[in-house]
Every structure is written in C-alpha cells, then in structure tokens.
Nanobody, 118 residues
Framework: QVQLVESGGGLVQPGGPLRLSCAAS????????MGWYRQAPGKQRELVAS???????NYADSVKGRFTVSRDNAKNTVYLQMNSLKPEDTAVYYC????????????WGQGTQVTVSS
C-alpha cells in the first residue's frame, strides 16, 4: 500500500520559516519524481516545487529564492524548506509522487495546512 504522509504544517508569522516533510512508503522512492503542490481556498491546485529522481529541481516563479525542495532517498522523504513566508503562501500543501517510467500513476498525500498570518 502506497502512502505519502505530510507533516510540518502550521501557523507562522509573515517572514518566518517552516519546513514540510513527506514520508513515503510502499514505493521504490528513488524511482519517483516528487513534488509539492498547494491549494488555497477558491483556487486551483498549483505546483510549488518538484525534484526529479536524480535531484534536479524546479520551482514556481512565486516561490523562487524563498523555497527549497530536497530529498533523502535513504529516508524515503522529500522536504520543502519555506523561508520568508508571505500571507499569500497560505494554503493546503500536498505531496505528490510519480514513477519515472512511462504510464506511471500519481500518488498524493492527504495535505498539510500552512497558514501565514500575524
């Protein structure tokens, strides 16, 4: 059974940091590209950051220079370090995993709430 479990969300003041973690089980983690998405109320889910199985990263323009995605294949975990948080970063953050082979399906975590407010 595949599970992606996010943790680390919460309430943070503007300008503060927060680190999200996503622990994967039931998959060969090193063969999966991983991503972080977010969905704010009334908005579509959007890609925040992704990291390939080889460690190449990609970021949404809105978070470049503030967020860093990384992975630890030994721990089957992907991280999202978020710095200089803004109120507009408030959303539910979801972890996503997709196998590197053709036709691989997506797996999603249950989401973790991040609220940036004073």
């Amino acid at each position: 059974q595949v599970q992606l479990v996010e943790s680390g969300g919460g309430l943070v003041q503007p300008g503060g940091p927060l680190r999200l973690s996503c622990a994967a089980s039931g998959i060969t983690f090193s063969r999966y590209a991983m991503g972080w998405y977010r969905q704010a109320p009334g908005k579509q889910r959007e890609l925040v950051a992704s990291i390939t199985s080889r460690g190449s990263t990609n970021y949404a323009d809105s978070v470049k220079g503030r967020f860093t995605v990384s992975r630890d294949n030994a721990k089957n975990t992907v991280y999202l370090q978020m710095n200089s948080l803004k109120p507009e970063d408030t959303a539910v953050y979801y972890c996503n995993g997709r196998g590197v082979w053709s036709g691989a399906r997506d797996y999603w975590g249950q989401g973790t709430q991040v609220t940036v407010s004073s």
